[in-house]
């Protein structure tokens, strides 16, 4: 079974920023969309930033502007970069592949550990 493994996450102060990487094994990354998800406490879990197949990339609202979700193939990661870190991005973050659900995306494996941001002064 595929293990989705998320790094990165740490203690950052309001400005600042954080490159979380998501890990999987058997190539899974390279093949499917990818998506980075966060969940805050007492909030459900969302989706932030999707890349798909073919190079199109999607940010929730609340991030948009400020992050950047790329593949690196040298590592065989996905990667979401976020700038100007605010308090409301402290979240548990996690990331899995994505299948199409009707108009939206759905995540289609069990989900990892995930990674902890904690932005705060």
């Known amino acids: 079974q595929v293990e989705l493994v998320e790094s990165g996450g740490g203690l950052v102060r309001p400005g600042g920023s954080l490159r979380l990487s998501c890990a999987a094994s058997r190539n899974i990354l390279r093949i499917n969309n990818v998506g980075w998800y966060r969940q805050a406490p007492g909030k459900e879990r969302e989706l932030v930033a999707g890349i798909f197949l073919g190079g199109r990339t999607q940010f929730a609202d609340s991030v948009k502007g400020r992050s950047t979700i790329f593949r690196d193939n040298a590592e065989n990661t996905v990667d979401l970069q976020i700038y100007l870190l605010k308090p409301e991005d402290t979240a548990v973050y996690y990331c899995?592949?994505?299948?199409?659900?009707?108009?939206?995306?759905?995540?289609?494996?069990?989900w990892g550990q995930g990674t902890q941001v904690t932005v705060s002064s």
């Open positions: 899995n592949t994505l299948v199409p659900y009707g108009s939206e995306y759905r995540p289609s494996r069990p």
